[in-house]
């Protein structure tokens, strides 16, 4: 199981069908259990996941590592809000 969704399985956290995230201080993020990029500039990213989509929206954004549903976003964060 991945770790993202095993450390919210274990705390009790949201459905693990729904795409998680977690913006680290000073930019990039962390997003699981991500199906596809459906929008890619390097200032908005929109994921879809299973229930939902987030679109990421910055400054130098990028795609880092995407495994298994776990993707690394680079670049300034300014703000992820949930699309249908």
């Not at 095993?6 to 995230?21: A, N, Q």
């Not at 929109?46 to 976003?73: I, M, N, T």
């Amino acid at each position: 199981m991945k770790l993202g969704a095993e450390i919210l399985k274990r705390l009790g956290g949201e459905d693990p069908s729904h795409i998680t995230y977690t913006v680290t201080d000073g930019g990039g993020g962390y997003f699981c259990n991500v199906r596809r990029v459906a929008e890619l500039s390097p200032a908005r990213i929109v994921v879809r996941g299973k229930k939902g989509g987030l679109a990421v929206e910055g400054e130098g954004l990028a795609l880092g590592r995407y495994d298994e549903g776990d993707l690394e976003v680079r670049g300034s964060i300014f703000l992820v809000k949930r699309e249908g």
